[in-house]
């Protein structure tokens, strides 16, 4: 392995709060015999199927939630409970992991609860901390899904607080996706 490959994955973990995929691990070049060898020296730690913490297997929070994201393959994002910790909206003791990609009716990986939709908007969709999420306004009609009211209203107001609460985008968003449990709370 070239220094400049090293490089080049340790600025891609650096990016992802330590961790990296199979497939980008690939795209940088890496064959299966190198794959093999960083294994067995303990510089690839598996968290998921075909996701890996590098160098150590410690991870931060923002970790655990990225490598579940990368588990769960393109175009999955953070959501529900899990996606409101990230926005600092609410804490969350919860064992698992939220992640919403769509897809039907396939499992996630051990300590992720997979939420497979039809459709998952672009505009429903961002990055926080380097971390695939869904906004805010999708992230407070999760919620009212699985969460009671007066949890539902407090983090509401913690988005308020913040200033990031718009009006404007959970009433469009409710219009959007009318038929969906959460549009009622």
């Known amino acids: ?14 990016r992802q709060h330590g961790v990296v995929s199979w497939s ?22 598996k968290v998921h199927p075909k996701v890996f913490a590098v160098g150590h297997s410690c991870l931060t929070r923002n970790g655990h939630w990225m490598a579940a994201v990368l588990a769960c393959g393109e175009g999955a994002v953070l959501s529900h409970v899990s996606a409101a910790s990230l926005w600092d909206l609410r804490a969350s003791a919860s064992a698992f992991i939220n992640v919403t990609v769509e897809s039907q009716g396939r499992a996630g990986p051990r300590g992720v609860r997979l939420h497979c939709v039809r459709r998952l908007d672009a505009q429903d969709v961002t990055v926080r901390d380097g971390i695939p999420v869904t906004r805010v306004a999708r992230t407070l009609l999760d919620l009212a899904e699985v969460v009671p009211m007066q949890q539902l209203e407090r983090v509401a107001e913690e988005a308020e607080r913040l200033r990031i609460f718009d009006r404007a985008a959970v009433v469009e968003i409710c219009d959007r996706t009318r038929g969906r449990r959460g549009i009622r709370p």
């Open 1 to 14: 392995m070239t220094q400049e490959f090293k490089i080049n994955i340790a600025r891609l973990a650096g």
């Open 24 to 45: 980008q691990l690939r795209l940088l070049g890496m064959g299966r015999g190198a794959y093999r060898h960083r294994r067995q020296s303990g510089r690839l730690h």
